[in-house]
């Protein structure tokens, strides 16, 4: 049923490449089959309820500038019904762009309670009211997660926080989250490390805040288990913001943490294009770098303004940057749980409806091109072919032996002496490999 809300827009189809409608898909073709599978089922693209639905459009130098009849303000004075409200909204969205999949912190979907029980009540309605929709339009919930860093509670992290009533409320927040996401049949739980770093080191115990959140997260695994959750736990990596510094900096540092605590075969990462950028790396390090780990679970899908120090959250427009991307999703395998949450937000400018809309669909379309290019890139071996060339050495006899666990450092280096080895260096080709990806973008 419509909201009204946008107006009298029918459902975005597909037109093609020559298509001048701003309401139409030119690439994403759900049903065209790419390497073997749908591209619907390849990309699992998700629509983030809090940047659509919870956002004002503000910024740190102004509030809000977006009206939204589910707003509070807008003239309803129950909270609840303006949840309901928010919720057609956003399932009329869904339907209309075709998304198969949605993510929320409880946060976004439920206004806050005089206390936890309270909350957690009008979580559990919502959720009601979420599985009516979802039975209705057929969209699913790739994943949940709680919302443990605006609330002025969480000012010094959650589980990292000094006080262990926050701590307390946080296992709470998480276990009732847990529960929804469960009962709604989401694929996976997302944990993002929020407040969860340090401003100072002047007020801050670092090996004790990491022992605590090694904890929290060790009683996140087990009651996944305890309640027979089959979807994927995933942390989603960040170097700042909203701390200074975050402890789940990168991949490289989740892991290590994962590592620490025995849960690098229970956890997975969920990897922002922009949380990348922000680290100093690039998004394809980050999914190649979980890929050689074992823990490439989903993605968030963004970008960042190169010319600003934060991170923007923009809808993503690259399509070089996308097919390197989506070319270490296939190399990975592809997603199993996981698939692309749009975590990106209008610009505070843009107020109309159709915005909204439209920046999915220019979003999802630069996938569906960095996807194609990436999946022929596959197929034609263009870039693992050079590669396994320059490696090729390394399966010979002898290049082997070294790495076996009976290698001795002096047998090497007398073999280096008796065969006169004396290596000349060859080209790593960096150049051509880079015109190779321009001729499928």
């Known amino acids: 049923m419509s909201t009204g809300f946008f107006g009298d827009i029918k459902p975005i189809k597909f037109e093609g490449?020559?298509?001048?409608?701003?309401?139409?898909?030119?690439?994403?073709?759900?049903?065209?089959?790419?390497?073997?599978?749908?591209?619907?089922?390849?990309?699992?693209?998700?629509?983030?309820?809090?940047?659509?639905?919870?956002?004002p459009g503000g910024d740190p130098f102004g509030g809000q500038t977006f009206e939204r009849p589910w707003f509070p303000g807008a003239g309803e004075t129950d909270t609840m019904?303006?949840?309901?409200?928010?919720?057609?909204?956003?399932?009329?969205?869904?339907?209309?762009?075709?998304?198969?999949?949605?993510?929320?912190?409880?946060?976004d979907v439920r206004p806050e309670g005089r206390d936890f029980a309270e909350s957690a009540a009008r979580l559990d309605e919502v959720?009601?009211?979420?599985?009516?929709?979802?039975?209705?339009?057929?969209?699913?919930l790739l994943w949940g997660t709680a919302n443990l860093f605006s609330h002025r509670r969480y000012m010094a992290g959650a589980a990292t926080n000094p006080d262990p009533d926050v701590f307390a409320?946080?296992?709470?927040?998480?276990?009732s989250c847990m529960d929804v996401t469960k009962r709604l049949g989401g694929e996976n739980y997302v944990l993002w490390g929020g407040r969860e770093g340090y401003e100072t080191l002047l007020n801050t115990d670092?090996?004790?805040?990491?022992?605590?959140?090694?904890?929290?997260?060790?009683?996140?695994?087990?009651?996944?288990?305890?309640?027979?959750?089959?979807?994927?736990?995933?942390?989603?990596?960040?170097?700042?913001?909203?701390t200074k510094h975050q402890y789940d900096y990168d991949v490289a540092t989740v892991y290590g943490f994962l590592k620490r605590f025995g849960l690098e075969n229970e956890v997975k990462v969920n990897i922002e294009q922009g949380h990348a950028i922000l680290a100093g790396h690039s998004f394809e390090h980050e999914l190649a770098l979980a890929s050689a780990l074992g823990i490439f679970g989903s993605i968030d899908m963004n970008r960042n303004d190169y010319q600003s120090g934060w991170d923007t959250d923009q809808f993503?427009?690259?399509?070089?940057?996308?097919a390197l991307a989506y070319y270490q999703v296939l190399q990975a395998g592809g997603f199993s749980t996981g698939g692309t949450n749009f975590d990106a937000k209008l610009r505070r400018q843009s107020l109309d409806p159709q915005d909204m809309l439209i920046a999915h669909i220019g979003g999802m379309d630069c996938c569906a091109r960095g996807l194609k290019a990436a999946a022929q890139m596959v197929e034609d071996k263009a870039l693992s072919g050079p590669l396994a060339e320059?490696?090729?050495?390394?399966?010979?006899?002898?290049?082997?032996?070294?790495?076996?666990?009976?290698?001795?450092?002096?047998?090497?280096?007398?073999r280096v002496i008796s065969e006169k080895i004396d290596p000349k260096p060859k080209s790593g080709r960096?150049?051509?490999?880079e015109n190779v990806v321009n001729r499928y973008v």
């Open 390 to 414: 320059r490696y090729a050495d390394w399966e010979k006899p002898e290049a082997r032996a070294m790495l076996s666990k009976g290698a001795k450092l002096e047998d090497i280096a007398a």
């Open 316 to 322: 993503p427009n690259n399509v070089p940057e996308m």
């Open 430 to 433: 960096q150049e051509f490999l």
């Open 127 to 140: 959720a009601d009211y979420f599985a009516s929709k979802m039975e209705e339009t057929g969209i699913k």
């Open 81 to 107: 019904a303006l949840a309901r409200k928010k919720a057609d909204a956003a399932f009329e969205m869904f339907a209309l762009l075709g998304t198969p999949y949605y993510c929320f912190h409880d946060a």
């Open 17 to 55: 490449a020559d298509s001048k409608n701003p309401l139409a898909y030119r690439f994403y073709n759900p049903e065209e089959v790419v390497a073997g599978k749908k591209m619907e089922d390849h990309l699992r693209f998700a629509v983030a309820y809090w940047h659509s639905f919870a956002w």
């Open 206 to 242: 670092i090996g004790r805040e990491q022992e605590q959140a090694g904890r929290f997260l060790q009683m996140v695994v087990d009651y996944k288990h305890r309640i027979g959750f089959e979807g994927a736990i995933l942390i989603e990596p960040k170097p700042q913001e909203p």
């Open 169 to 175: 409320y946080a296992a709470a927040t998480v276990k």
